[in-house]
């Protein structure tokens, strides 16, 4: 759970423009259901022009 916390927490410091220009933070959550159960997933990111740089879970 740490991990996951840690990575958010560096993903909003980064896209709130510490070093620069504020870049526009991507995000999502998914959820699936099928026959074999419930799954729950999710995206968080940076995006700034054409790049987005992501990280699933």
Do not use: H, W, Y
């Amino acid at each position: 759970m740490k991990t996951p916390l840690l990575i958010v927490v560096l993903v909003t410091l980064a896209a709130c423009g510490v070093d620069g220009e504020p870049v526009q933070p991507a995000g999502g959550v998914n959820v699936t259901l099928s026959p074999s159960g419930l799954g729950v997933g999710g995206t968080v990111g940076v995006r700034k022009g054409p790049l987005t740089v992501g990280l699933g879970f």
